[in-house]
């Protein structure tokens, strides 16, 4: 049975036991909008305590990924016009729908299937039960547009295994299924091929009876992965303090051949770091290490909230990130300030102790 939902971006379908919410923009590979963002809320809020809903499922129409992100377009716009409070009401509203699927009451299953990076993180890495497929690219990239990890990136990067939490955020390297598990931002992997089986076998529930039973029915091992195959390197290089360390160690690194060749190398991650805002890197350095100490996912919001608020309102970085990203996609950001050793050591201080007028959660 059909549900209704207040954008047609997003279709809400219910059949025996489970409630299925598709995100159906496949034209900008399901990229969220504050629409969307309301009307997924709008369903969850429904389905709380709908007897007849037992399992929530979020898979997405089109065949290029999950969700590539957020609108960042339309947040551009607004940053540069100056409106910062129509910037401020996306994350505030999107943090609020991420630490509702984090929260929810009933089982939530997510189908990371292809491109999932972002905004599409913030809903299906905090499901219950994460699932991915060969396609499944994921990665968090925001250091590539000139501010830091959101939507609860932080918190997850913050439990990955040893220090991939600084080098994925760092570098905004994209994993595939094995290492997506690997770091946990995902649990299962399941070919492509099975995720119409595997929905059916949420819908009747037969036998055995709970999700995450059922998703073992249809679960396979994988290799490791890359990025898991270089976990000694990562972990010696991304465990130094600060950022001009890491960066020391991964030059020593790479000057003596570690790596070379291999899709992950110290090299890569040096080419990486040079590209991205060095004012979005040394802040997410902290921001991962500090998440890592939190007691869950609402401080890690909150957090994340106020960090992005900072870099709106006093950072030029983050919307010249989004114009050379995705706006006029010249690939040229101009940084400001160009480089790490020019980053004042005034800023993480700054940026932490930013204040916001209204809290995340009132």
């Known amino acids: 049975m059909s549900f209704e939902t207040s954008d047609p971006r997003v279709l809400a379908h219910r059949e025996g036991g489970l409630g299925t919410i598709t995100l159906n923009r496949p034209e900008a590979i399901n990229a969220l909008d504050l629409g969307m963002i309301h009307a997924i809320h709008g369903v969850l809020d429904a389905w709380r305590d709908d007897s007849d809903v037992q399992v929530v499922l979020f898979d997405a129409a089109g065949d290029r990924g999950f969700c590539a992100g957020g609108d960042v377009r339309r947040l551009h716009s607004a940053i540069v016009q100056g409106d910062l409070a129509e910037a401020e009401r996306f994350f505030r509203d999107e943090y609020a729908m991420n630490a509702a699927i984090d929260e929810y009451p009933k089982p939530v299953v997510a189908f990371a299937d292809g491109v999932t990076m972002g905004g599409g993180i913030g809903i299906a890495g905090h499901a219950d039960i994460r699932i991915v497929t060969e396609t499944s690219k994921l990665a968090m990239p925001e250091t590539r547009i000139g501010f830091t990890p959101d939507v609860g990136g932080s918190w997850l990067l913050g439990r990955a295994p040893g220090r991939l939490g600084e080098f994925l955020a760092l570098t905004s390297t994209v994993m595939g299924p094995a290492d997506a598990i690997h770091a946990g931002l995902a649990d299962h992997f399941v070919p492509a091929e099975n995720l119409p089986s595997l929905h059916e076998a ?18 396979e091992t994988l290799e490791a992965g890359p990025i898991e195959r270089a976990r000694e390197w990562i972990d010696e290089a991304f465990a130094a303090d600060t950022l001009p360390e890491i960066v020391e160690r991964l030059q020593s690194l790479r000057d003596r051949g570690v790596g070379e060749g291999e899709p992950v190398s110290p090299a890569l991650a040096l080419e990486a770091l040079a590209e991205r805002s ?25 957090q994340e909230f106020a960090l992005v608020s900072w870099f709106m309102a006093t950072q030029p970085d983050m919307p010249e990130g989004i ?25 993480v201080g700054a940026a932490f102790t930013f204040h916001v007028q209204r809290p995340l959660f009132d």
């Open 202 to 219: 949420l819908t009747t529930r037969a036998d055995p009876s709970t999700p995450t039973e059922l998703v073992l029915l249809f679960d």
């Open 278 to 302: 060095p004012v979005a890197l040394v802040v997410t350095l902290g921001a991962v290490r500090s998440a890592r100490a939190l007691r869950g996912l609402r401080p890690a919001l909150e």
């Open 323 to 347: 114009r050379a990203q995705l706006v006029d996609k010249d690939r040229s950001p101009k940084w400001n300030p160009a480089s790490i050793a020019e980053v004042s050591p005034e800023v």
